[in-house]
């Protein structure tokens, strides 16, 4: 049973650039969110999809926008990229089910992105 | 107020022994605190977890210590292994959108034969 998968695994851009990385949950998950992991440090929560929309939101700007598609797969997009953007950027799902409470997250290995 | 403070930064101990790590957190709306283990190269992934309804709980030889009024939670681990060399994370959220998770900032742990 496949996990989380996420790609590119690793990537470089430039000051300026646009990127994408993409994200498929586990099998039987429907809900996937997203983390930034800078080095030496905690995650911290970028968005979450749930039904092709974003139902929570980290303090982060503009410049960083998501989609879910109808397979439940996600990308998170990352505009006019700064240095400090350089990071490990982790996806999560999980099955947002009947049950209303603290659902495991399953995580990815990451995609990390170094902007020069 | 979103904070979650973990300590230390890194830990070394000898197989056998029971590494502690502590964390902080200062928004008392928070009700699910997981702890995450992270290999190198690898993604977080999901070790023990506990409500502030109870002060401890046992998973292995994972214990989570939970103190409510001093919003202070504490992993410990057993009879560690060289195998437990990892780097953890304490967490925080709701218990209700709980994908939302704070991170603490993470102890890296290294056990020696």
């Known amino acids: 049973d496949a996990g989380v998968t996420q790609s590119p695994t690793h990537l470089i851009k430039t000051r300026g650039q646009q990127v994408t990385l993409r994200c498929s949950p586990k099998?039987?998950?429907?809900?996937v969110s997203w983390y930034q992991q800078a080095l030496g440090q905690g995650p911290q929560f970028i968005f979450q999809?749930?039904?092709?929309?974003?139902?929570q939101r980290g303090n982060f700007p503009d410049r960083f926008s998501g989609h879910q598609f109808p397979n439940y797969s996600s990308e998170l997009n990352v505009n006019a990229l700064l240095l400090g953007d350089s990071a490990l950027y982790l996806c999560?799902?999980?099955?947002?089910?009947?049950?209303?409470?603290?659902?495991?997250?399953?995580f990815g290995a990451g995609s990390r992105l170094t902007v020069l | 107020q979103q904070q979650v403070k973990q300590s230390p930064q890194s830990l070394i101990v000898q197989k056998g022994g029971i590494p502690i790590i502590n964390c902080a957190y200062e928004?008392?709306?928070?009700?699910?605190f997981p702890w995450y283990q992270q290999f190198p190269g690898k993604g977080p992934a999901l070790l023990i977890a506990?409500?502030?309804?109870?002060s401890e709980k046992k998973e292995g030889r994972f214990t989570i210590s939970f103190n409510k009024s001093a919003k202070q939670f504490s992993l410990h681990i057993m009879d560690s292994q060289p195998g437990d060399s990892a780097t953890y994370f304490c967490?925080?959220?709701?218990?209700?959108?709980?994908?939302?998770?704070?991170f603490g900032t993470g102890t890296r742990l290294t056990i020696i034969p």
């Open positions: 999809y749930y039904e092709e929309e974003e139902r």
């Open positions: 999560a799902s999980t099955l947002t089910g009947a049950f209303s409470g603290a659902n495991v997250l399953t």
């Open positions: 967490a925080a959220s709701l218990w209700f959108g709980n994908e939302k998770l704070t």
């Open positions: 506990i409500r502030p309804d109870v």
């Open positions: 099998s039987g998950h429907d809900t």
């Open positions: 928004n008392t709306a928070f009700d699910y």
